[in-house]
């Protein structure tokens, strides 16, 4: 099984509605993140925590939300889903410190 | 702010062609630099990270240097498995470890059998 767990790895909304993606991880890491790629932009860093109580905005985190619910779940919710929200979203996991970033299989998420 | 361009964007080899990609970053002060390697649908899966100016590590047919504004990955008779996009990134300012990475586009290596 995967150390870090991603649901669903794909699935198309359409334009408006809310959509939740779950991550939940087995290594005992206090740090998660959720990033996003895209074409030609690369990795871009939506929300990161760095323990339950901890949650900070990364370099795009308009029109998402995220919530910690235990050490090993972190979920990243689009309240209304919009076209260019359509990515691939990759949830990962560090040690703190830690100085390696594990990364999960990915959700392709599609938005119409 | 932290920039880290790769390059080239895509590089395709024959088997047993070596070659090397460029990772050149301007950051106010390296604390880290990390290699991945990405195959399509795929997480990136962590390969290396260089600390100072002169460390080398390998893995394989992968061999990492570094120095003040640039590293290296060379691949030394690479095979088709080879073929993956590879990564780099540098931690954000204010971080001293491998947290909250700013990525590289990549780099897409196509070895051909």
């Known amino acids: 099984d995967a150390d870090v767990t991603q649901t669903p790895r794909n699935r198309i909304t359409k334009t408006g509605k809310r959509i939740m993606l779950e991550c939940s991880q087995t290594?005992?890491?206090?740090?998660m993140y959720w990033y996003r790629q895209d074409p030609g932009l690369g990795l871009r860093l939506i929300y990161y925590?760095?323990?339950?109580?901890?949650?900070n905005k990364g370099e795009i985190s308009d029109g998402y939300s995220v919530s910690r619910q235990a050490q090993a779940k972190f979920s990243l919710s689009l309240e209304s889903a919009i076209p260019n929200q359509t990515a691939l979203y990759f949830c990962?996991?560090?040690?703190?410190?830690?100085?390696?970033?594990?990364f999960g299989e990915g959700s392709w998420l599609t938005v119409v | 702010e932290d920039q880290v361009t790769q390059s080239p964007e895509a590089l395709r080899l024959q088997e047993g062609e070596s070659s090397s990609l460029n990772c050149s970053y301007t950051v106010s002060g390296l604390r880290g630099l990390f290699w991945y390697r990405q195959d399509p649908g795929k997480g990136p899966e962590f390969l290396f990270t260089l600390y100072s100016a002169g460390e080398e590590k390998e893995k394989e047919r992968l061999k990492a240097t570094l120095t003040k504004k640039e590293s290296f990955l060379h691949i030394t008779a690479p095979k088709p498995e080879d073929s993956a996009t590879y990564l780099c990134a540098v931690p954000e300012v204010g971080e001293t470890s491998g947290s909250r990475l700013t990525f590289g586009e990549g780099t897409q290596l196509t070895v051909n059998p």
């Open positions: 990962a996991t560090s040690d703190n410190p830690g100085n390696t970033i594990y």
């Open positions: 290594k005992g890491h206090d740090r």
């Open positions: 925590s760095f323990d339950v109580k901890d949650i």
